[in-house]
């Protein structure tokens, strides 16, 4: 079946730093991948997505690129804010079926004045 | 347009009560979903629909119900609460497409005593 596997957290950095929360999947096929994020005391949104290999994905600074040889869909930002404090989870859909999504378990990003 | 809205917000059971979490959305979105959120454990699906009738299992479905009579309301059911559905429920909506985002509601956090 389908899974994804990223970092765990928690994440403490200082404003400015770099960010990359690593995230790995196994799927059939080929799956969308998402990047979803969560403030503190609210639901889910999107905050990138990539539909197919080598695409990138890219949003409020963030960036995400889809390596379908590795696997992989890091998120990386280069100068993070406090504002970027949230729980970040990698997700992806596949065989057409967006609406079951599985995610990672979530890291906790903490950015620090 | 509100996006998809849960009530309640919060709500303490007791064992072997039963309750009905609302969701609704207003998007005209075929597909909704209901997920848990546990710590550590990221989100994992309980049911999901893909249209007015149609509803299937997700990951952990045990322990709860679900019907969709119209397109925009999709209530998830505890028929008799146990403390092991301790969690943050989160009802999610979604267009056809395999990269189409979903769109979450803020979540119903639920403690059972």
């Known amino acids: 079946g389908n899974s994804v596997t990223q970092m765990e957290g928690p994440v403490t950095l200082s404003e400015e730093a770099f960010l990359t929360i690593n995230c790995t999947y196994t799927a059939t096929g080929y799956p969308s991948l998402f990047w979803y994020v969560q403030y503190p005391g609210e639901g889910l949104q999107l905050l990138l997505k990539a539909t197919k290999a080598d695409d990138k994905g890219s949003n409020k600074g963030f960036e995400a690129t889809y390596r379908k040889e590795t696997t992989s869909f890091h998120l990386e930002k280069g100068s993070v804010q406090v504002s970027d404090s949230a729980v970040y989870f990698c997700a992806l859909s596949g065989g057409g079926s967006n609406y079951k999504l599985t995610f990672g378990k979530g890291t906790l990003l903490t950015v620090n004045p | 347009n509100a996006g998809v809205t849960q009530t309640p917000k919060f709500q303490v059971l007791k064992t072997g009560q039963s309750m009905t979490l609302q969701c609704a959305q207003d998007m005209n979105h075929e597909y909704m979903s209901w997920y848990r959120q546990d710590p550590g454990m990221g989100l994992r699906l309980i049911h999901y629909?893909?249209?007015?009738?149609?509803?299937d299992q997700g990951e952990v479905p045990n322990g709860y119900n679900v019907s969709r009579s119209t397109t925009e309301d999709f209530p998830l059911r505890l028929l008799s609460a146990a403390p092991s559905q301790t969690s943050v429920y989160f009802c999610?909506?979604?267009?056809?497409?395999?990269?189409?985002?979903?769109?979450f509601g803020p979540g119903t956090r639920l403690t059972v005593t």
């Open positions: 999610a909506s979604t267009s056809q497409g395999p990269s189409a985002e979903q769109y």
């Open positions: 629909s893909v249209g007015a009738g149609i509803t």
